[in-house]
């Protein structure tokens, strides 16, 4: 072999190296950065089957909510989420009460949004959870 | 240059085997899967989640059936069959229709006209249809419970065809999740899906057990401020359905009216119930039964029990605050409140 072929495959060797080096650091990091939300227990609103906002629940907040279909004011105080007023016909989303267990979920059909307890901490939703609530 | 070429070449190959150890991982994880979707139908909100090789070629399935199934009941949708019905009188029922009528006359026999979807006319004149809520005139509201009492529906299993008497229309509401759930259930089944949960607005069916082999724990809503739930039941192939005037209703001068119709009334049920529910391997039934408890109140509905009680169990849940639970769930219910099992 000549000299130079010799150091064209060291060369490429190195370079192997180095993507498969970059491969396994990709591969390790992936999981760990799509998983960076918010910890703990939060609202996911949606309007339409889309998400809108996602509110935490260790932060008393207000949002309203303007649609084509109309208003929702929604309130989270004290670890609980509810909707404080509306412009819909029925009030169902108003009448019902406060959620904040995880899999709870306030529906304001008219408008269509939702708003769902979700958690990020799997360990929360382990054994002896509940899976529906039958309402 | 050559060392370009073959940078090229390791991208490529990198590629490929990222390509190749996911599918790997894909096989070798196993071919279960869970899939999960929530949709908007019989004016409400709907989840089906379910576990399996094809899950979600079930589960959409699930949700194509019920939103197809949605349009064929609605009594306000122009081209549904029950709107034909209710407009001409007659007309010739499709498979869901004759299972609907059937099941819906066996309730009503079941329970003594306390589950009646002849009810329709009344619930209108509430404005619970239309969510324009009226106290009706008590003259109108008499008028309409005896045309109620005089309605008939009859069918002929033979040529299919569906006559209503004069002044009579009808509303599956009182028993469409639970007829949907069904449909849900034999999709499912169908498709080998051995592990699901079925939320339909909040008329829910646990399907076998969940992927890790336990069992599905179904919370029953409190209607009371003071607590989260009445219970949690651990189930397998059961549907859990919660019938309570809390969930839908009005106020007007002072006093609320709710939409459990007792039809013998024209007024919203006063047996005493809060919150019922019904545990049952046959969705429909549950469904149409929970409205029928809660009209009929719990001794009616405990005679009932008694004489059926491999067919249904209930949790029944009072104005003063008292639980009860018929013994058929004894073993699969807990509560951190006190409660009465109701004995064969």
């Known amino acids: 072999m000549s000299s130079h072929q010799k150091s064209a495959s060291r060369l490429l060797k190195n370079d192997i190296v180095l993507l498969a080096i970059l491969v396994v650091v990709a591969l390790i990091l992936f999981p760990i950065v799509s998983h960076s ?99 | ?36 979707t929530s949709f908007f139908a019989m004016d409400t909100y709907m989840s089906v989640k379910g576990t399996g090789t094809d899950a979600q070629g079930a589960v959409e399935a699930v949700r194509d059936a019920i939103i197809g199934l949605d349009g064929d009941l609605s009594v306000t949708n122009s081209k549904s069959l029950v709107y034909e019905l209710n407009e001409n009188g007659s007309c010739t029922a499709d498979s869901d229709m004759e299972y609907l009528i059937d099941k819906s006359l066996y309730a009503g026999e079941l329970t003594d006209g306390a589950f009646n979807i002849c009810i329709y006319p009344i619930m209108r004149e509430w404005g619970f249809t239309t969510g324009e809520f009226k106290v009706p005139e008590a003259s109108v509201l008499s008028a309409l419970c005896s045309n109620l009492a005089s309605s008939e529906v009859t069918s002929n299993t033979q040529d299919k065809s569906v006559h209503l008497s004069e002044g009579t229309m009808i509303d599956f509401g009182g028993i469409a999740k639970g007829y949907a759930t069904k449909v849900a259930v034999d999709i499912l089944n169908g498709k080998y899906i051995k592990s699901a949960l079925i939320n339909l607005g909040g008329n829910v069916y646990a399907l076998g057990k969940k992927p890790d082999g336990s069992l599905w724990n179904v919370a029953v809503k409190s209607p009371d401020d003071s607590m989260k739930y009445l219970g949690i039941l651990s189930i397998s192939d059961k549907a859990v359905i919660t019938s309570g005037g809390y969930e839908r209703y009005f106020e007007e001068g002072g006093v609320t009216y709710h939409h459990i119709i007792d039809p013998s009334t024209g007024y919203p049920a006063d047996s005493g119930a809060k919150s019922v529910t019904v545990v049952s391997s046959d969705p429909t039934l549950a469904d149409a039964l929970s409205t029928a408890i809660f009209v009929m109140g719990r001794d009616k509905a405990t005679t009932l029990w008694r004489e059926n009680s491999s067919l249904f169990d209930f949790i029944y849940y009072d104005n003063s605050g008292n639980l009860y639970i018929t013994e058929g769930i004894k073993d699969e219910f807990s509560s951190e409140i006190s409660f009465e099992i109701i004995e064969k």
Do not use: F
């Open chain 2, 1 to 36: 240059m050559i060392r370009k070429n073959i940078k090229y070449y390791a991208l490529a190959a990198l590629v490929i085997i990222t390509v190749a150890v996911a599918l790997c991982l894909r096989l070798w994880g196993g071919t279960e899967t869970t899939y999960e």
């Open chain 1, 37 to 135: 939300k918010k910890p703990g227990a939060y609202a996911l609103v949606e309007l339409d089957g889309d998400e809108y906002a996602t509110l935490s629940l260790d932060t008393d907040t207000t949002l309203t909510v303007t649609t084509d279909q109309g208003t929702n004011t929604i309130v989270v105080h004290n670890h609980e989420v509810s909707v404080e007023s509306a412009n819909c016909p029925d009030l169902i989303c108003v009448n019902h009460a406060p959620i904040s267990l995880t899999g709870e979920v306030i529906v304001c059909l008219p408008h269509k949004l939702v708003i769902t307890i979700k958690s990020d901490n799997p360990a929360k939703e382990s054994e002896g959870s509940i899976d529906a609530i039958a309402e």
